[in-house]
């Protein structure tokens, strides 16, 4: 094979859209990462996302049990996976089932007819063939028996044929790569490289994917083939980065920039868990993993880490928070730096545990007993998790609280071209620790005072347990203001509760100014946060292209907001707030600055189309 290209022969593209769907045993997520590092080594811009079954062993060939990957490439900056693919490759009935009314009109149209037979058409709750009784006659398409194909093509190595099966992912990969130009060796070496302990393993995938690359050569179906040029991106090194990769290495900077150990006690919980994998890895720069034997147990070890001098953190995903509420109240009551991180999902309770939902803001501000104030920061996609990851822990650590961040599982699955920073451009986030005497007792003598403020930040001094003369007390009793004895007044208990409500305000002065997107002096706004970043993006770019006029402000700091959102906000005449939830930030905002926000709300399990927002820009123009 040659990955040379006649391009007199090659028609042009500035973006392509390709959703991958099969059953969960088709390797549609493995296919799709395979062509998504290949365009990005080619140079393109990207997005993806991975789109799971909810349920673990869904029953095969079933709509329930579809595994799909969509990835958009473009010469251009793009922030979306797309609204609609291009190019739908259906690996069996199920798959066409499930994703068929995602595909644009016209569309390309790549099915496994192998998989198409009565029992295929019965689970997939087809009364008739949809390849036959006008179903996709809207589309172009390609049939394709894949199935037999790869098991000729494996047979001579002596692969036995439900072996060879499972190989057909590749052979579908190889036919995708002829017909938009994807370079092929990146793929054969890949191959080699994951497979090559099993050298039967290793020779059927090249086969199947060498198959499908020449199966597009030699069909007249195929026509023409398509070329994304390489994207012109800024100069720098780059890497595909995934939202919970990005957010790992975050935290190992993290830990670098504030010179300290970094201890994650963590439980596993989708879409959470590759946090605690990847951060097993980098034992080398400092960091310690505990995989607990339940969410209260993994809090209670970070929680621990962080009285002892470490940076402390857990990782969950909305139900692990719930559990994890009275440790972190008691990290509110006792004032030291505890990271909490929560890849929220579909709820409530277990919810739809592998698709993405942004409704866990409302906890995350509010769900702890008592006056239990903290800073909330979310992360807006895959390679800001890195920048959202060092920020939190900037604020954990010099204001002395628990801090919660938010992302979710679109960002974490999803993925995008990263620009490597340079190490020295990363600020120093470090803070001392107390080691001498702050203080005098009624004698004059000197003392340590453990709830004695920063007059700037009113955070108070952070002492590792044995040094010498600092012995304190701490726990979940009230504390007395300085001296960290057991107060139950009245009058220290309103005290206390106005200053840790007053240091939480502070944190919003060391925020930039809020930047407005777009039109400064247009009629609406858009307000967003988390995920919603890259369809609003892309929702703001068509609108101006077309001729109208937005505003987009959006939001990293969710609590405290940002000092100047509401002299902002005012000069609106309508706000919009899309959120994957029901609304909660919209409310928080109608609340805080008594404005007439609207919210745009979707609970789907699938994040926003750019299409979606742009009608809620238009909903009120008739």
Not at 6 to 26: H, I, N, P, Y
């Amino acid at each position: 094979m040659s990955d040379t290209i006649d391009r007199a022969e090659v028609g042009v593209l500035d973006r392509l859209v390709v959703r991958f769907a099969g059953d969960s045993g088709d390797g549609m997520q493995l296919t799709g990462d395979r062509f998504t590092s290949v365009s990005a080594s080619f140079g393109n811009d990207l997005s993806t996302f991975p789109d799971f079954p909810a349920e673990i062993r869904a029953p095969a060939g079933t709509v329930n049990g579809v595994s799909s990957f969509q990835v958009q490439i473009a010469n251009h900056d793009i922030t979306t996976p797309g609204d609609e693919p291009n190019v739908l490759v259906a690996m069996n009935a199920a798959a066409l089932k499930a994703d068929l009314h995602r595909l644009e009109p016209g569309g390309t149209l790549i099915v496994n007819t192998d998989s198409f037979g009565e029992r295929d058409l019965d689970k997939a709750e087809y009364t008739s063939n949809p390849l036959e009784d006008g179903t996709v006659s809207g589309y172009r398409v390609i049939p394709v028996a894949m199935t037999t194909i790869t098991k000729e093509a494996c047979e001579p190595l002596g692969v036995k044929a439900r072996d060879a099966e499972r190989s057909k992912n590749f052979f579908a990969l190889g036919l995708v790569s002829f017909m938009y130009t994807r370079p092929t060796e990146p793929t054969l070496e890949w191959i080699q490289e994951r497979f090559g302990k099993n050298e039967l393993v290793a020779a059927a995938n090249t086969a199947a994917f060498k198959a499908g690359f020449h199966y597009g050569e030699t069909t007249e179906a195929v026509g023409h083939r398509f070329e994304v040029r390489p994207a012109t991106l800024p100069a720098g090194e780059y890497t595909s980065i995934t939202g919970n990769t990005a957010l790992s290495w975050g935290l190992v900077a993290a830990g670098q920039l504030a010179k300290l150990p970094v201890t994650l006690g963590s439980y596993p919980i989708t879409p959470a868990s590759d946090i605690l994998h990847e951060l097993s890895k980098h034992k080398n720069f400092g960091v310690r993993t505990v995989q607990a034997e339940d969410e209260i147990a993994a809090v209670g070890v970070a929680l621990g880490a962080a009285f002892a001098g470490h940076l402390g953190v857990t990782t969950t995903s909305g139900p692990g928070v719930a559990l994890k509420s009275e440790t972190i109240s008691l990290a509110v009551s006792i004032e030291i730096p505890l990271l909490i991180i929560d890849i929220q999902r579909g709820g409530p309770s277990t919810g739809l545990p592998t698709k993405t939902e942004a409704s866990d803001l409302n906890l995350a501000v509010y769900g702890r007993h008592g006056e239990a104030p903290l800073p909330v920061v979310a992360s807006y996609s895959p390679a800001d998790c890195f920048h959202a990851a060092i920020e939190a822990v900037r604020i954990a650590l010099k204001y002395r609280t628990p801090v919660i961040l938010l992302s979710d599982g679109y960002i974490a699955n999803g993925s995008e071209p990263w620009l490597v920073p340079d190490a020295s451009t990363l600020p120093d986030i470090s803070v001392p620790f107390q080691t001498e005497f702050n203080g005098t007792d009624a004698e004059g003598n000197p003392v340590y005072l453990p709830y004695r403020r920063d007059e700037t930040t009113l955070a108070r001094p952070w002492a590792i347990p044995g040094t010498p003369g600092l012995m304190h007390r701490v726990g979940g009793l009230e504390k007395q203001n300085e001296t960290g004895n057991v107060n139950y007044t009245p009058e220290n208990h309103a005290l206390m509760g106005d200053l840790r409500a007053e240091r939480i305000a502070r944190i919003a002065d060391d925020y930039p100014a809020t930047e407005i997107h777009g039109d400064v002096d247009a009629e609406v706004c858009i307000v967003g946060w988390g995920s919603t970043w890259a369809a609003i993006d892309s929702a703001v770019q068509r609108e101006r292209r077309n001729g109208g006029r937005v505003a987009w402000v959006h939001l990293r700091h969710l609590n405290p907001l940002p000092n100047d959102l509401g002299d902002i906000l005012k000069r609106y005449r309508r706000v919009i707030v899309p959120e994957l939830n029901r609304g909660q930030l919209c409310r928080i905002l109608r609340a805080e600055y008594l404005i007439a926000a609207q919210p745009v709300t979707k609970v789907a399990g699938l994040p926003f189309t750019a299409r979606e927002i742009v009608d809620a820009l238009h909903a009120d123009d008739n």
